[in-house]
């Protein structure tokens, strides 16, 4: 497994690569949710890449770049350990120039960005289509492969690529979930053992809504309201139903309907977002 850290270099040894290229975009601070994806990657591809870059273009004023988790040499361990071939962990500088302000950006369509986590991270899902468009002409990957824990990005990215014609296929993979449910995330290492606590009622939320569907309640307030009470030691953004082919909000759950949710747990003001299919 090669470590590259420069753009001249990962393309010497694309060139050199034979067969399928399977993707995982990532951002470090690598977990089970993350090497489930790589799984699927090598299982299907004679090749596979993983980047890992904090983008910083993706995050917002007042959000957590400067603390997000960097742990390069835990995470090429993991990635050595399940047959990667490539890791690309670029410097900033290499990826976007010495002024990251003034970029060329692939910005989504307002129907996909204002709302949910698009409405309350601003520019948010510009800077992820731009660093993944850059990522997928980079590593010609044939295959990339992404979880569904981030539901509206899959959706996004899945529209950038048919809008766009970029010659790869999208993957999308299951949420990986802790025993206690809690869906994996690289943020959950900010979480102490009481916010962890209270972080659970968010998936305790989405799996009291599959119940209720179950038993015949199909009215999204009811679901709303029951779910609030679950979460009411949370600080809640939203809880949101879409259809998952368009995601236009839904009034009354189909079997189309992705409930999402977003909340920050109090104490350490850590956001998790997570979501389920009804």
């Not at 870059?53 to 835990?74: S, T």
């Not at 369509?109 to 601003?122: E, Q, W």
């Amino acid at each position: 497994m090669k470590i590259i850290d420069n753009i001249a270099e990962l393309k010497k040894e694309i060139a050199l690569l034979n067969g399928s290229v399977g993707l995982v975009p990532t951002m470090g601070a690598l977990h089970n949710g993350h090497k489930s994806l790589i799984n699927k990657s090598v299982s299907e591809n004679k090749n596979t890449i993983v980047s890992i870059f904090v983008n910083p273009i993706q995050f917002g004023a007042n959000e957590d770049l400067d603390k997000y988790p960097r742990q390069l040499q835990e995470d090429a361990k993991l990635c050595e350990s399940a047959g990667v071939n490539i890791i690309f962990a670029p410097k900033v500088s290499e990826m976007y120039g010495d002024d990251k302000n003034n970029l060329t950006l692939i910005c989504p369509p307002y129907f996909a960005v204002d709302k949910l986590c698009g409405k309350s991270r601003p520019g948010h899902f510009d800077g992820v289509c731009s660093v993944v468009a850059k990522l997928f002409n980079l590593t010609k990957a044939n295959k990339a492969y992404f979880g569904q824990k981030d539901a509206q990005q899959l959706f996004i990215i899945q529209k950038m690529v048919r809008d766009l014609n970029f010659d790869i296929e999208i993957i999308p993979c299951p949420i990986v979930r802790e025993f206690d449910n809690l869906a994996l995330s690289s943020r959950n290492q900010y979480l102490s053992t009481k916010d962890r606590a209270d972080a659970l009622n968010i998936s305790k939320a989405l799996f009291n809504a599959k119940k209720m569907v179950g038993e015949g309640i199909k009215q999204t307030r009811a679901i709303i309201d029951a779910s609030l009470k679950i979460m009411e030691n949370l600080d809640v953004e939203y809880i949101e139903f879409v259809d998952k082919y368009t995601f236009e909000f839904q009034q009354e759950v189909n079997e189309n309907t992705i409930m999402l949710i977003a909340a920050r747990v109090q104490d350490s003001n850590t956001r998790l977002i997570d979501n389920i299919n009804l």
